[in-house]
């Protein structure tokens, strides 16, 4: 039985999680900071004030609160959004033989059969069928592929039945 309370509840000293948005030296944590500095504020002033004017200065500091509170959460979402404008991968250029994938990669790929398939009004381009014979190798499933690859439920049925097959052929 093990008991209720471990020696190792805590985490050891140089990894103790930390709040992020507290930290004073991140312009997150300032912005935190003093929204809660301006909210003690206002408690101490609406302490202070006769009863008769509380609900005058009262309004007044509700609005500065709304307006510290919007300027924080603009900070906030500046920054969140300019690290994932940051983060986010642009598109890469075709290789110069024009082929994505290599020989290996698309081996069993069964061209005719997609051939067959494909109605001549709507090719999706032989570089989202690669891509997408490549995903069904990987394990991906008809339905996943068929919605992110635009492509046809049928055709994305068939890559990833012959991908599936493939791969217990090897398998065995």
Same mark, same amino acid.
């Given at each position: ?11 050891? #000293? ?69 690290? #994932? #404008?940051?983060?986010? $991968?642009?598109?890469?250029? $075709? $290789? ?13 790929? $069964?061209?005719?059969?997609?051939? #067959? ?56």
């Amino acid at each position: 039985m093990r008991p209720l309370i471990s020696s190792r509840a805590t985490p050891p #000293r140089g990894n103790r999680p930390h709040i992020r948005y507290l930290h004073p030296r991140t312009r997150e944590g300032a912005a935190v900071l003093c929204a809660l500095a301006l909210l003690l504020v206002e408690v101490i002033v609406l302490g202070l004030v006769p009863s008769h004017a509380r609900p005058l200065i009262g309004t007044l500091l509700l609005g500065a609160w709304v307006i510290a509170f919007v300027l924080v959460a603009a900070v906030l979402r500046g920054r969140r959004s300019a690290a #994932r #404008r940051a983060g986010r $991968p642009t598109w890469p250029v $075709p $290789p110069p033989g024009g082929q994505w994938y290599g020989e290996d990669a698309l081996e069993g790929y $069964p061209s005719e059969e997609v051939a #067959r398939l494909l109605p001549a009004s709507a090719d999706p381009g032989q570089n989202r069928l690669q891509t997408a014979w490549v995903l069904a190798s990987h394990g991906h499933d008809a339905a996943w592929i068929a919605h992110h690859l635009d492509l046809p439920a049928d055709l994305a049925h068939l890559l990833a039945d012959t991908a599936a097959h493939r791969a217990t052929a090897h398998r065995a």
